[in-house]
């Protein structure tokens, strides 16, 4: 069949007016709504097979019941952890002929809703939502369905949806017990947001383990989870003329930021300061610092293969995943075993 006006491609508009129904039901079609007729359905979809409108997701979904979609929610691609976790999630995706969306969020709610938004006018399937931002219940709105999303790096506030993450507390416990063994007592500390459960976990992980030596005492800087954010805490610090035996920032990139400002000031690490960090990147071991290593690539594979296993399964039989995966502490490469209490 030739297409109208021009070479423009088939429209929604195209469809509706073929198959003799309104757009609102052409689209609820698509969308496969529950309260259209299978007659009209049927009609619909063989308007989009003669139409040529197949290259659209929207349009192989009516035929395979799936648009082959899915969405990662990350907040900040600059943050390596996440290009880490996006090419795990895109290669296991790929390996059941699935296309990834990766959107940086930027821990901004009307990111989040914009995204989401549009992918599901174009047949999103479900989504990983590995963004540590404060928007859990306007993508669970949007979802209207837990079999869709599956959370990842941080547990969501709702028991009745999956997640994949680390061992947060376990992975902060044996870092500050490692730093305190060195002898460190006086240890700063750059927090991330209070929303995030991973932030809260190690946060309160720290906390504890300090609790254990007595005379350890800790400072808190409050900070974004960015580069930026372990710079500024440095900075603050150094101004202010606080005397610190070691830093753990929050995750690998902020101890980047923290990493530059230090060696800015002319403080030396490991001697004059010992620096920490969370993920095990390759960055920290460039910086050659103490680092929790987490399993990002068994993340992304396992929160892509409990979401299409979600998928595949009906509302009364789903059952939430909850996994947790363990971490590993990384010393530097020349550090010694123990040293006297400073």
Known sequence: ??????????TLADVARLA????????????????????????????????????????????TGRANLLALLVNDITNPFYPALARAVERE????????AVCNTEDRLEESRRYIGTLLQNGLDGV????????????MSLLSDARRIV????????????????????????????????GHRRIGFVAGPSFASNARDRLAAHEAAMA????AEMLIAWGDATMKSGARAVADWLDAGVR????????????LGAFEALVDRRVRLPDDVELAGFDGLTISKMMNIVSVEQRIEDMGILAVQTLLAQLDTSPDTFHPVHT???????????????RSTR
């Open 1 to 10: 069949m030739a297409r109208s006006r021009g070479n423009r491609g088939p």
């Open 151 to 182: 959370f990842a790096n941080r547990r969501p506030a709702s028991a009745s949806v999956s997640y994949v993450v680390s061992d947060n507390q376990a992975g902060a416990t044996e870092l500050t017990r490692h730093l305190l063994s060195q």
């Open 324 to 338: 947790v995966l363990p971490t590993r502490l990384v010393p530097r490469r020349d550090a010694p075993s123990s």
């Open 93 to 100: 995706a790929r390996q059941h002929g699935y296309l990834v």
């Open 244 to 255: 610190l035996d070691a830093i753990v920032a929050i995750n690998d990139s902020v101890a």
């Open 128 to 139: 990983i939502h590995a963004s540590v931002g404060d928007d859990e219940a306007e993508i």
């Open 212 to 215: 254990e030596v007595p005379g």
């Open 20 to 63: 003799g129904v309104s757009v609102s039901t052409a689209s609820r079609v698509i969308r496969n709504h529950p309260d259209v007729r299978v007659e009209t359905k049927d009609r619909v979809s063989e308007v989009i097979a003669r139409l040529g409108y197949y290259p659209s997701g929207i349009a192989r979904a009516l035929v």
